[in-house]
């Protein structure tokens, strides 16, 4: 035990004397700081052994009074042995003394033999006393025998009882449990649903402020469209007069110079316009965006309100009905949206750009819409390949296939996606109509 405490010192003054060190690079306090950490050791370990001897002392207290009770038990087996010893010399007290009757009967039988008709009338009668005493101590047995089956089935048939008493204790249990968690669950459920009716106001207000703007741009691509095709037109013409002045002769050579700098410098304006029309497109597109994915959160939403409820009705019960019912209180059902899209294939049309959601419904309504790609493609300044590879990429994310068939040409959707390819289409239009 010394030894031990010994090295439980010196570890303990070991490591906090290095730690310290370590840390403060202060011989003094790395020494002061083992020091005290080593009294705290000895008095842990010390409490630590008081705690196991007092759990020692409390073990062999139980043991000492399960002895006691086995000496008891074997006491009162001594008893019943004394008894069974006295009851059986009894009985062999009781065939002595028969026998001594008989032996004597024998020496009467000289004097009485008159007598001897009734004695052996007698002894048949003892004989079958005896013989109706054993077969009563059989049956006396046999009927100890049946009892203690009897009792052994019972002890059965009792832990069988306890066993399925504590499974439906168990069980009620449980289900209490569920049915705190279900009602913890339809409160957050009706907490949520106050929350998303509050944002679906402010994605209503949202759709209304950005839909003037939007419906701006477009006015805004349109004008800049018909200036770039004014500048293309002027440049055409520019060019067409310079190739005739080059024709004519050289002394026209200063107007030839001062009209390659308007040249010059309407290349310059037609780049910015192209660059403005560039901008506003990709405004316009992700104002577009931004509008589908409120539609399509208002519709997460609505479908997001009937699943709670659904799950947690069948394990309500009438008491719970009835009393709502009594105090006016309304339940949270509404009907499911007709054909609502799962939820792996909203996040796909949450990630769809606008123009991939183009080259998707020209794909899945067009037979050969390979002309159509080009036009988004060119239109987006992009390769149709590449359009095609992105939807691809966004649905092996979410979806976890690719939609469109790599090796078909001309492109086309997978036969087993095509109907949820067209449910998306449907809802997205019906949320831009909304």
Do not use: C
């Not at 309100?305 to 069948?314: D, G, H, K, N, R």
């Not at 976890?400 to 087993?416: C, H, K, T």
């Amino acid at each position: 035990m010394v030894n031990n405490r010994f090295l439980v010192g010196s570890v303990a003054f070991g490591v906090s004397f290095g730690l310290s060190f370590l840390t403060n690079r202060h011989m003094g306090k790395a020494f002061s700081s083992g020091l005290i950490t080593l009294p705290a050791a000895l008095v842990a370990m010390v409490v630590v052994e008081n705690r196991r001897s007092s759990q020692a002392k409390s073990t062999l207290a139980f043991l000492n009074t399960q002895i006691r009770a086995l000496q008891r038990q074997g006491e009162d087996l001594q008893d019943l042995l004394l008894d069974l010893t006295d009851e059986r010399q009894e009985v062999a007290a009781h065939l002595s003394s028969l026998q001594a009757q008989a032996q004597q009967a024998k020496l009467q039988l000289a004097d009485y033999w008159n007598h001897k008709e009734e004695l052996v009338w007698k002894l048949n009668a003892l004989n079958a006393q005896e013989q109706h005493q054993l077969e009563q101590i059989n049956q006396r047995q046999s009927q100890v025998k049946a009892l203690e089956r009897q009792e052994l089935e019972l002890k059965r048939s009792l832990s069988s009882i306890d066993t399925i008493k504590e499974q439906t204790e168990a069980n009620l249990a449980t289900w209490r449990e569920e049915l705190i968690q279900l009602e913890a669950r339809v409160i957050e459920q009706r907490q949520q649903e106050a929350s998303l009716d509050q944002a679906l106001l402010l994605l209503r207000q949202q759709k209304q402020q950005l839909e003037p703007e939007v419906y701006g741009l477009q006015t805004q691509i349109q004008q800049l469209e018909q200036r770039k095709l004014e500048v293309s037109q002027s440049l055409s013409v520019l060019q067409a007069e310079k190739q005739q002045e080059d024709a004519s002769s050289h002394p026209l050579q200063a107007a030839m110079q001062q009209l390659q700098t308007q040249v010059i410098s309407l290349h310059k304006e037609l780049e910015q316009l192209e660059t403005q029309i560039l901008e506003r497109r990709n405004h316009k597109e992700s104002l577009e965006e931004e509008l589908a994915t409120l539609n399509l959160l208002k519709l997460q939403a609505e479908a997001y309100e009937v699943q709670p409820v659904q799950a947690v009705q069948p394990q309500t019960s009438n008491r719970k009905r009835k009393s709502a019912s009594k105090k006016g209180a309304i339940l949270p059902f509404r009907p499911p949206r007709e054909e609502t899209l799962p939820s792996e294939w909203t996040e796909f049309l949450l990630q769809l750009p606008m123009a991939e959601f183009q080259v998707l419904k020209a794909i899945a309504e067009q037979e050969n819409a390979s002309a159509a790609i080009k036009q988004i493609a060119e239109a987006n300044i992009m390769m149709p390949e590449l359009l095609i590879d992105s939807i691809n990429e966004r649905a092996l994310d979410t979806v976890g296939d690719v939609v469109v068939e790599p090796s078909s040409n001309p492109p086309a959707i997978a036969s087993e996606y095509l109907p949820a390819v067209k449910q998306l289409i449907k809802t997205y239009e019906d949320l831009l109509a909304e």
